[in-house]
C-alpha cells in the first residue's frame, strides 16, 4: 500500500506550544480511532484537572512525557482512518535541537500539516521546518493556524498570517495550489472534522475533507528512475530440500523488477537476468517499490550485502565523489575535512567532506557561500568523496536512492540526513559571500 491512492503518508510540525499534540488527539478523536477506555480515561484526568471538556492532548502525552524525561526523543507513527482514505501521521517533536526528528519523519510524508499559533503567526521554527520541507521535496503543505479562537480579530489575523505564509513558501518554490491555510481550534474542534460557525471568512474544507480528498502525490519532480534494488541479505539455506538455492534479499528502494528482466549488479557492472522474485507468501511475476522481495538471477555472480540491482537499462554510474546538500544534526559543527561514515541504502563506507560550498539562511531566505562551518540544524551543500563508490540518483529524482545519512564513526550517531545533488538549486536564491 505504499503508493495506494487509498493510504496517505502525513507528518505534523510546529514550534513548542503551538497546539501541535492537541491537534493529533483531535484528529483520531474525531475519527474514532481511539478506544473507549481511552477516551473515559482521559475525560477523567480532564475532570481531574478542572477542565469543562476533555484534554485531547492527553492521548499522545506518554511520548511527550518521555521527550520531557529524556529517555525517547524520537517520531511517533498514529494510524487513523475515515471511510475515504487510510492515514499514517508521522507526529514529530517541535523543540529546535530536534529538528533531525522532523527531517525523519517529514522524509516520506505526502503532505505536512504546518502549526502556527494564531496569537504568534509565522516565527523562525515556521520558517525552518518550511525550508526544511521544501528540500525534502514534500509536495503539499496544510497550514494550520490553530488557537484561532483566542485572537481579537481573528479574520484579519488569518489573513496576515495566510499572507505571511505564502510569501514564504512562493519563495522556496511551492505554487499557491500546493498550500492551504485553515484556521482551526484544535482544543474546540473549530474546522477539524466540521466547518465552524466562528470563522464566517473561510470557506474552504475542514481539515479532514482535504485530507481525504488531497491528491496522493508520490512521484518525485524530476525523471522517475527505473529499478533500483539494494542488497539487504544473501540467503543460501544449503538445506537438503534448497541445497543450492541463493536469493538476494531487500526491500525495492525504486521502479519494479519482473521476472525475465536484465538487470545489472553495480558497482561491479555484471550483467544478469532476474529469474524468479520470492515472497514469504510465494512467487510474484511482478514487483514495485516498497515491496520486500528475494530476487532470485539466472547466473551465479558474484553479489553481497550494499551492492545494488538495478535496471539494465538505466543503470546510474557508481560515483565517489559528488554535490549534497545537508541538514547538520551534530551538537559540533560541521567543517570542510571531516572524516565520517556515509549511510547509502545498505551500503556503509567511510566518507570524507571536502569543502562547504554554501549555506541556505533560511530566515532570510539567502545563500551564504564558503561559510566556514555548518553549526546544529544549519542546511548547506558540500561536496562529498567516499572510499568506496556508491550506487546514488539525484534526489529530485528518487527519495529513496538519493538519500543518505552521515555517520559518527567513534559513537554510531546520526550526524547529517544528506540529499544527492543540489537542492537548494531550486530555490533560485542568489548567493552572497561569507
Known amino acids: 500500500m505504499k503508493h495506494s491512492p487509498d493510504l496517505l503518508r502525513i507528518a505534523t510540525a510546529g514550534s513548542v506550544d503551538d497546539g501541535k499534540s492537541t491537534l493529533v488527539g483531535r484528529l483520531l478523536y474525531d475519527t474514532k480511532s481511539v478506544l473507549a477506555d481511552q477516551i473515559e480515561a482521559v475525560n477523567r484526568a480532564s475532570e481531574a484537572r478542572g477542565l469543562e471538556g476533555p484534554d485531547l492532548s492527553l492521548l499522545v502525552d506518554g511520548l511527550r512525557a518521555e521527550r520531557e524525561q529524556g529517555i525517547t526523543i524520537d517520531v511517533a507513527y498514529r494510524y487513523f482512518a475515515t471511510g475515504e482514505r487510510s492515514f499514517v501521521l508521522a507526529d514529530t517533536p517541535g523543540h529546535v535541537q530536534y529538528t533531525r526528528n522532523t527531517v525523519s519523519g517529514a522524509s516520506t510524508a505526502q503532505l505536512v500539516i504546518l502549526l502556527v499559533d494564531a496569537r504568534n503567526g509565522v516565527v523562525a521554527q515556521t520558517r525552518r521546518h518550511a525550508a526544511v520541507m521544501a528540500l525534502l521535496g514534500v509536495p503539499q503543505l496544510v497550514l494550520a493556524v490553530n488557537k484561532i479562537d483566542l485572537v481579537d480579530e481573528p479574520a484579519e489575523a488569518f ?31 473549530d474546522n477539524i472534522a466540521s466547518r465552524s460557525e466562528r470563522t464566517p471568512y473561510y470557506d474552504g474544507p475542514t481539515l479532514i475533507e ?12 524530476g525523471d522517475p528512475v527505473g529499478l533500483r534494488f539494494p542488497v539487504q541479505y544473501v540467503i543460501r539455506p544449503r538445506t537438503a530440500e534448497f541445497p543450492d538455492y541463493r536469493g538476494y534479499a531487500g526491500q525495492i528502494a525504486a521502479g519494479s523488477v519482473s521476472a525475465g528482466d536484465e538487470v545489472v549488479i553495480l558497482p561491479s557492472g555484471t550483467r544478469t537476468t532476474v529469474e524468479a522474485i520470492d515472497t514469504a507468501d510465494g512467487q510474484l511475476p511482478t514487483a514495485n517499490a516498497g515491496h520486500s522481495v528475494t530476487l532470485l538471477l539466472a547466473d551465479d555472480v558474484d553479489v553481497s550485502r550494499g551492492d545494488v540491482i538495478a535496471a539494465a537499462t538505466d543503470a546510474p554510474e557508481p560515483v565517489q565523489q559528488f554535490t549534497a546538500t545537508v541538514c547538520w544534526l551534530g551538537d559540533k559543527p560541521l567543517r570542510p575535512g571531516a572524516r565520517l561514515l556515509l549511510k547509502h541504502g545498505t551500503r556503509t563506507t567511510q566518507a570524507i567532506v571536502g569543502s562547504l560550498d554554501v549555506l541556505f539562511d533560511e530566515q532570510e531566505l539567502a545563500l551564504v557561500e564558503s561559510p566556514e562551518s555548518l553549526e546544529l540544524n544549519q542546511i548547506g551543500r558540500i561536496a562529498v568523496q567516499t572510499a568506496e563508490p556508491i550506487i546514488a540518483d539525484d534526489y529530485s529524482h528518487s527519495r529513496e536512492s538519493g538519500s543518505f545519512l552521515l555517520i559518527d564513526p567513534a559513537g554510531g550517531n546520526t550526524l547529517a540526513a544528506g540529499l544527492v545533488g543540489d537542492a537548494l538549486e531550486q530555490l533560485h536564491l542568489e548567493p552572497t559571500p561569507a
Open 159 to 189: 489573513a496576515q498570517i495566510t499572507a505571511d505564509f505564502a510569501e514564504l513558501t512562493r519563495s522556496l518554490g511551492w505554487t499557491d495550489e500546493q498550500v492551504l491555510a485553515i484556521p482551526v481550534s484544535a482544543l474546540h474542534g
Open 210 to 221: 482535504h485530507l481525504e480528498t488531497v491528491p496522493n502525490i508520490h512521484e518525485r519532480t
